[in-house]
């Protein structure tokens, strides 16, 4: 199958999806809408910057730690300017000249803004970048991106030298609270068969508008996502990694109020995966639109930059509205998310983009359903890795009816091609996983997949028949609905409840008031590092050219 | 087959008292030889015989899984059983409309939110929304119901201004995360904040979550609980039953 290029992992021998005859002028019109719909947000959005992406700047710069009360530095030193009201140029002028006219080094001029020893107001009528200034802040950004790039090579050599799973790759999640049992649960996972880790977050996190800091054993349904639990897990998982000659993968969470600072953080501590959505939080953690479309861009060009790979959240879509009426919801995302993800620098091999089984099982013919909407969403991303969430709906605490529902999703992943496989777990809707559940799920996958291999390449799909209709029909729904959201523009199409049945206004949710309008003299020099190196790697699509 | 004595109950395999129970745990404990004896060991102690250990799996580091059979000699006494169950009659969506038409001059006011960090509003949301569960329409498809759902991560603060400023008849409380107990304290929390402010005899305040039943909502403080596979007509009979006229 030419469409799977392994350029994220390898492939098996036969494996791939059936072919699926779909109208080549609806694929084309759906992905022009798409990107028609991600250009006008991004210009909408382009005079704009946001508190996350200001802190994102000092964390790129090397900032680090917090105050004795936990108050990150990278908050202080943002807030001490966004209170007096001298933010709309930027984090990097004054925090830059500060650096100049004191000597001190990014992180000794933060801790000295914390206890204020410095005034970076002072620093903040400036308003042209004098060249020994700019010369800080280029050097300081330059330096971030190299690190991020160092890591990147890092994971590079490293799966080089272990190898790594096969597609699709086999995903689970930890998610005890704690990092210390998480990483031990972590390690057992990974000696039964697990290609990629997912440290859940703990509840609420997504709407701190800061990130924690340090090593955390407390948390609510995840472990807190720090850069301190982003290292600690990292090393277990290259042990481990070692041991059994095969890269382990990292995943966590650049989403919420503070996408783009973890994008950072997960950056420069190796992470692997990031779930990264355009639109999740806007939808389910009633985020601001305007913040979470400004930070989305921001984060995605920093993953880009560091290889890694990012997953979408429409799986989610289907957990509010019926997986069957709302299917084209989930292909009209997944295009808008791969447009935006596309200008962001992303290549095709960085997007998992995120779709889900989750239609009610007892409903006749759900497995050809399941099969029409995962063949269409593998057929409408060639090469993207693509990240197939498993049932969670219609889990019902019947472990056993629970791990038939999973073995039939693992089915359907490996017949129809999909990179990532979410593992489903029996005990789905009861309680995070117990450290036997994992292995449960991984045997089962194991079984399937193995199984079932070669069969996407062997069997033909009915010309005609139901499951080429099915797929056809939620593409062609796709399309009226792209239609209609360029039209009235993304935000207005939020507003109006098109996805997942959740409406949300441009000015309502969680974080506006940490959107500003930049002024004429605002100046990000990470921004312009971060372009120059994704040039540099052929990441960034020319104006105007037709992407694939 | 003997007959079954209800007073005397014991667990049931394949044959009237065979008292046979199936587990499935981990061991900290290196797979070998060592772990199948703990894990018999381990289930002596909770009181069964003869376990059997039909499976074991090396999970590496140190632990290893372990399905055991065995058999359990106690017995419960089931005439003498007591669970709290509501009160309220099961009605159909019709029949709850009749009734309500019945009883109350005006649309109830329900406000429905998941508080505290829980994001999670599936459970609320097939309750509240119009197309509900399982094929049993939500409460927002009921004319004699007027419904606000706040969403996620709602404050018992925010959730009892916004119920005196709705005039909520009825709040619904959606907790799904379990970890370390924190629905329990967030629920009786509710309650707390709600009798300082004078409010908890005003209102309806009914839970739910699949780790929620009727018992532990009252032992909360609440007036019903509801727990896993709940649909949204058994809510909606409940608080069209229990609420005075109005």
Known sequence: MSELVATFAPIPQGFGCPPLDLDSASVARARSLARQIAAEVQERLAGQSTLAIERTVLRLFGVTGATADGEPLANRVVMALHTAGLLTGGVARPFCRAMALTGLDAQALAEAVAADRVDL?????????????????????????????????????????LGQGVQPLKYVIVASGNIHEDVVQARVAARQGADVIAVIRSTGQSLLDYVPEGVTTEGFGGTFATQANFALMRTALDEVGAELGRYIRLCNYASGLCMPEIAAMGA???????????????????????????????SRRISALAG???????????????????AHTVVASTLINEALARQAGLQTDQLGLGHAMEIDPLRPDALLLEIAHAALIRHLFPGAPLKYMPPTKHMTGNIWRGHVQDALFNFVGVLTGQGIQLLGMNTEAMHTPHIHDRYLAL????????????????????????????????????????????????????????????????????GLDGVF??????????????????????QLPAAGEAQP | MSAIDPKHVRAYGDTLNDGQIMLSFSLPVPFGEEAKEAARQLCRQMGLEAPQ?????????????????????HTVDTTQLRVTKMATAQLGKDAIEALAAQKFTRRLRVLGACTGDDAHTVGIDAILNVKGYNGDKGLEAYHCLSVKNLGAQVTNERLLQEARAFQADVILVSQIVTQKDCHRSNLAALIDLAEADGVRQDVLFICGGPRLSHQVALELGFDAGFGAGTLPSQVAGFLVQQLPPR
């Open chain 1, 121 to 161: 107001r002072a620093h903040a009528d400036c308003l042209d970048v004098v060249p020994e200034v700019r010369a800080i802040g280029d050097a300081l950004a330059q330096a971030g991106v190299a690190r991020i790039l160092a890591r990147r090579h890092e994971r590079e050599a490293l799966i080089g030298k």
């Open chain 1, 268 to 298: 420069l501590e190796r992470l692997d995966m990031m779930l990264n959505d355009a639109l999740y939080g806007i939808l389910f953690r009633d985020i601001n639109m305007q913040r979470t479309l400004c930070d989305q861009r921001v």
């Open chain 1, 308 to 326: 890694l790979i990012i997953n979408t959240g429409e799986d989610n879509y289907l957990t509010t509205a019926d997986a069957v009426d709302a």
């Open chain 1, 443 to 510: 045997e089962s996958a194991q079984l399937v997949f193995g199984g079932a291999m070669s069969l996407g390449t062997e069997l033909r799909v009915e010309p005609g028949g139901k499951l080429e209709a099915r797929a056809r029909h939620v593409l062609t729904d796709a399309v009226v609905l792209l239609e209609e959201m360029a039209r009235e523009g993304l935000m207005a199409g939020l507003a109006r409840g098109h996805f997942a049945e959740i409406a949300r206004s441009p000015t309502g949710g969680r």
């Open chain 1, 517 to 538: 309008v930049k002024d004429a003299a605002y100046w990000d020099p990470t921004a312009d590092a971060i372009t120059a190196a994704l040039e540099a790697l052929g």
């Open chain 2, 53 to 73: 250990v039909y499976h074991a799996h090396d999970l590496g580091e140190g632990f290893t899984y372990l399905v055991v059979y065995a058999r359990s000699p």
